[in-house]
Each structure stands twice: as C-alpha cells, then as structure tokens.
C-alpha cells in the first residue's frame, strides 16, 4: 500500500533565472518534502505525453509522482522497473502516457492531486506556452525518431549540382 503524502503550500521561487513553483509534501510521520519544479515542467509534460496543456491537475499527477516510480539500473542506464515502454522507447505519445499513467498509479506515494487547494497558486498561475508545447513536442518526435532509426531521414538530392543561389532556392 503506498504511503500518502499531503499537500502544504506551494510558493513561487527562481532559481537563477528560472521560475520555479515549490511544492511542499507532508508525509505521514510530519516531515516535509520540497519537491521544486520550474513553471515549464508542465508545458514539458503536456507535449511529451499529449495531455492537455491546460489540465493542471493531470500534469500536477504526473510530475509530483515521478521521483517515486520504482527504477533499475543495470549498467546500461536507468529505466523505469516495471518494462513498459517510456518516452523514448514508446511506439506513440498514446503508449508512452498510458504507460506512465499506469505508473503513477503504482508509485509507492500517494499525492492527492484533484482539488487540493495548496495547489490552487499553480493552477491559477500556469499560462500554456504554446510555442514551449511546441517546440518540446518536436523535440520528442525527434528523439524517438533518432532512438528508433538511428538518424533523421534525408530528403531527396537533386538531380544535378546546384552550383548557384539562385538554383538552390528553385530547388
């Protein structure tokens, strides 16, 4: 049975120039737990998992439960233990969500995210980034590509040398 931990507060920080939400976990024996995140980690998780941008709670979920997924590491990097596919491996971002969704059901802490008012200062303050959204989207789609064929495909060369701008542009 995993362990409940409560939500206390969550203050606004910046570590160097980054905005940070710090988010602070009461476990059952009454000490405290900081878990920092910077305010981007749920633009991130929006586009690597395909969740709504907009749906805090779910991406709270995901975020607050990783460090508790149980990993292994043996000798060729840490993975998650239970042999789904993660991001990389995933064959979709549906997979890849669905796994780590399932996850987060089986960490060995319990956050109850969905309607904890401690939570209410990053649900009040996140603002989609959709050029953030974006660009890790792409950035994902890529890596799994690269992971999976090894490179990027190349597009078709031309017919003939292009020895000019002019023809490189036509081209």
């Not at 233990?81 to 995933?90: H, N, Q, R, T």
Request: aromatic residues 4%; hydrophobic residues 35%.
């Amino acid at each position: 049975m995993p362990e409940t931990w409560t939500i206390r507060e969550v203050t606004t920080r910046t570590v160097g120039s980054t905005p940070c939400w710090q988010v602070m976990l009461e476990r059952p024996d009454g000490r405290l737990h900081a878990h920092l995140m910077p305010t981007m980690a749920l633009d991130a998780r929006a586009a690597e998992y395909g969740i709504d941008p907009t749906d805090v709670d779910a991406l709270l979920e995901v975020i607050l439960h990783e460090p508790h997924m149980p990993t292994v590491d043996d000798g060729s990097g840490p993975r998650y233990a239970d042999g789904a596919p993660d991001l990389w491996d995933a064959e979709s971002t549906d997979v890849a969500r669905r796994a780590h969704q399932a996850r987060v059901q089986t960490a060995a802490v319990r956050i109850d995210v969905r309607g904890a008012k401690g939570l209410d200062v990053i649900r009040k303050g996140h603002r989609p980034d959709p050029a953030t959204v974006r660009a890790v989207r792409e950035a994902v789609d890529t890596g799994r590509w690269i992971k999976r064929y090894g490179d990027l495909p190349a597009g078709p060369r031309p017919k003939t040398p292009v020895t000019n701008r002019k023809e490189a542009i036509r081209a």
